[in-house]
T-cell receptor, first 111, second 110 residues
Framework: DGGITQSPKYLFRKEGQNVTLSCEQN?????MYWYRQDPGQGLRLIYY???????QKGDIAEGYSVSREKKESFPLTVTSAQKNPTAFYLC??????????FGSGTQLSVL | KQEVTQIPAALSVPEGENLVLNCSFT??????LQWFRQDPGKGLTSLLL?????REQTSGRLNASLDKSSGRSTLYIAASQPGDSATYLC?????????FGTGTSLTVIP
């Protein structure tokens, strides 16, 4: 089945630790996105990538980093510089000016 | 900067009722508008996409309209069912990025 796979479903971070969220897609989409969702707020864009080996900061990129070494993969690292990382993280992709497809999300919590 | 607003934030209706969800946006320079459904703890599922040149789109019991000049879209759900209970979000594509509303939480009471 074609789609976007996010893992893990739940992730816990200790203070001072970096953690990486995985996002893999087999839809052959060029564009991929990372969003953060907090209760009662809309989705906020962290990073996006329109093509392999290129990515741009979104509205709330501070404390996060990404890479796009392969078309299929767009991992997000939440660094220790992100002081309030508890949120639901969503990865998405689209072929351009078309429907946005989402993964099932990763819930990140702080221990 | 584009701002997207959804009213009401929550809605509760009896089963079988027809209902309308609203979405407004501040900048009419959009490529398309998309409606999504989100179940608790899940990702977003695309319901309907309306291109900027279109006025409406239909899928089953769902009908979405777009009035770009006034910055408004509505999602009409006919004959609501308990399985329609979820949060519904709209998003506009400006070509650079997508802007999302905060959603309307719908509860359909059996």
């Amino acid at each position: 089945d074609g789609g976007i796979t996010q893992s893990p479903k739940y992730l816990f971070r200790k203070e001072g630790q970096n953690v990486t969220l995985s996002c893999e897609q087999n839809l052959n989409h060029d564009a991929m996105y990372w969003y953060r969702q907090d209760p009662g707020q809309g989705l906020r864009l962290i990073y996006y990538s329109q093509i392999v080996n290129d990515f741009q900061k979104g509205d709330i990129a501070e404390g996060y980093s990404v890479s796009r070494e392969k078309k299929e993969s767009f991992p997000l690292t939440v660094t220790s510089a992100q002081k309030n990382p508890t949120a639901f993280y969503l990865c998405a992709s689209n072929p351009g000016a078309e429907k946005l497809f989402f993964g099932s999300g990763t819930q990140l919590s702080v221990l | 900067k584009q701002e997207v607003t959804q009213i009401p934030a929550a809605l509760s209706v009896p089963e079988g009722e027809n209902l309308v969800l609203n979405c407004s946006f501040t900048d009419s320079a959009i490529y398309n508008l998309q409606w999504f459904r989100q179940d608790p703890g899940k990702g977003l599922t695309s319901l309907l996409l309306i291109q900027s040149s279109q006025r409406e789109q239909t899928s089953g019991r769902l009908n979405a309209s777009l009035d770009k000049s006034s910055g408004r879209s509505t999602l009409y759900i006919a004959a609501s069912q308990p399985g329609d209970s979820a949060t519904y979000l709209c998003a506009v594509d400006t070509g650079n990025q997508f802007y999302f509303g905060t959603g309307t939480s719908l509860t359909v009471i059996p």
